[in-house]
């Protein structure tokens, strides 16, 4: 084993033996893909477990906001934009992949501002953007608006189905006392800034540490959770300087809050949460797809089969399914957890066979 880890992982065997069973939960996709990359879990003290949460974007996005978004394609000019991987996202029997197969007009788009680009090229058509992420994408979103209303472009609309951490992070931490310690994720507070998980500690009395994705990174952050549990302390600690200012990005805060006014939100397999999404605001209202369209829909049932809920909520792993690497991988995904690189199932189906050797 390369020594750098070695003597991590050996603290962290010092630290472990005076604690009893640690569950420390990340909720960023992308730790959660580390994780299993570099096969963290297998060099840990059989007392330490990594729990994963909310943290893939597109595997929270709840049945309800893509069959509203697969609803508009019902009007004949409407052109509906998304990211890549929320194509395969199945909403009961369809997705918008089923939907575009069938001839509706469904583009992937790599940036919220090509939106604008085919609006604008396309007179004719409406273009409905369907904006999903947490605080990371959600000023992308903003920029889109603030540059359409700039234009003055009239055939752009957005679907938010925007979401942020806070309070799905206490929904999630007062139902269950089973979670220690968080990893707080990095790219959400390269926006939010320290500041923005210091509530995990303060008020859920739970330490917090901002880390970073490569292997060391999430060493370094469950040694100083262990090292916090141990003194008894609860604090939020920056492991991640390079990237997350104590305040965080606040011009992309501001370009949040200057579109957006927080409001309730659903999310796949927990539910309705107040205050855990971001709706167009009042300025912007213009461009809210939701204001502007009708959207009559059914909801159709998800797979009985299928434990996305309780894999996002933490309460079952992607082996405890039964369908999980048979009928359902990333090339036939049944769920929403293995549709993205950053899903839960998706990250396991990739890295279960090879994970250990890469860090050992
Ligand atoms: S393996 Fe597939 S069906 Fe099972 S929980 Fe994961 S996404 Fe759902």
């Not at 934009?81 to 197969?101: I, W």
């Not at 903003?142 to 003055?152: D, I, R, V």
């Not at 609309?157 to 007062?174: C, D, E, I, Q």
Request: proline share 4%; with cysteine; aromatic share 10%.
């Amino acid at each position: 084993m390369n020594s750098e880890y070695k003597s991590i992982i050996d603290r962290i065997f010092a630290l472990s033996e005076q604690l009893g069973n640690i569950s420390i939960m990340e909720v960023c996709g992308t730790h959660t893909a580390s994780i299993y990359k570099y096969g963290i879990s297998d060099v840990l003290p059989k007392n330490i477990e990594l729990l994963s949460g909310p943290g893939c974007p597109v595997c929270v996005t709840s049945q309800i906001d893509i069959e509203k978004v697969i609803s508009l394609l019902r009007y004949e000019s409407v052109t509906v934009c998304c990211f890549g991987d929320m194509l395969r996202v199945p909403a009961g029997d369809n997705s918008l992949y089923k939907m575009r197969e069938n001839g509706y007009d469904v583009r992937i788009i790599t940036s919220p501002l090509d939106v604008l680009n085919l609006a604008q090229q396309n007179p004719n058509r409406i273009f409905v953007f369907f904006a999903v992420g947490f605080e990371t994408t959600a000023p992308l979103t903003a920029a889109l608006l603030e540059s359409a209303k700039e234009a003055g472009t009239s055939n752009l609309f957005v679907y938010s189905a925007h979401k942020t951490m806070p309070n799905v992070l206490r929904a999630l931490f007062s139902q269950s006392n089973e979670i220690d310690a968080l990893i707080c994720p990095g790219h959400v507070s390269a926006i939010t800034g320290r500041r923005g998980f210091e509530f995990v500690a303060h008020e859920l009395n739970m330490p917090a540490v901002i880390a970073g994705f490569g292997a060391k990174d999430i060493l370094i952050a469950i040694y100083y959770i262990l090292k916090m549990l141990t003194a008894n302390e609860a604090k939020c600690i920056n492991a991640y300087p390079s990237v997350v200012r104590e305040e965080g990005n606040t011009i992309a805060q501001s370009l949040i809050s200057k579109v957006f006014e927080p409001s309730g939100a659903y999310w796949r397999g927990i539910g309705y949460i107040e205050n855990s999404g971001l709706k167009i605001n009042s300025e912007y209202s213009e461009f809210d797809a939701e204001q502007h369209f009708e959207m009559l829909y059914q909801e159709a049932n998800e797979n009985a089969a299928c434990i996305c809920g309780e894999i996002l909520t933490a309460k079952k792993k992607p082996t405890d399914c039964a369908l999980f690497g048979t009928v359902c991988t990333p090339y036939s995904p049944v769920g929403a957890c293995m549709v993205s690189s950053e899903g839960n199932c998706a990250s396991y189906y990739k890295y279960w066979k090879e994970a250990s050797w890469l860090i050992l």
